[in-house]
């Protein structure tokens, strides 16, 4: 039996569970929290047999590729921000620390550089 997060492991996500596999085989209590939602559960051998199915593979291939272009446009889109980040000038105005301030604000007597 296979749980739903195993099922995601292997892949699967919510729509081609409810394609492939449809409802659960089995529920069972849950083992970490027991006041939570029952386990979802699914024979090992009608999951196997679902992702031998050519629908299957081609909808997984298809994912695999748009997830690809998608890493790839992420990647571009990063390097060009980069890029920009090299060639901009940041200018930042600094100010002298007037005696007065420094001891108010320090408890110093004097300040010397």
Known sequence: MLT????????WSPK???????????????????SKAPMKLWKRSRVESSETQ????????????????SKSVAERKRREQLAEV???NIYVKT???IRG????YYG??????
């Open 4 to 11: 739903l997060t195993q099922l995601k492991i292997r892949g």
């Open 16 to 34: 081609l569970i409810e394609k492939f596999l449809g409802p659960p085989d089995e529920t069972a209590r849950n083992p970490v929290f027991r």
């Open 54 to 69: 050519p629908e299957f593979i081609a909808y997984q291939s298809k994912r695999a590729t748009a997830s690809a272009r």
């Open 86 to 88: 090299d060639v901009t």
């Open 95 to 97: 100010f002298a620390i």
């Open 101 to 104: 301030l420094w001891s108010r």
């Open 108 to 113: 110093v007597e004097t300040y010397r550089h």
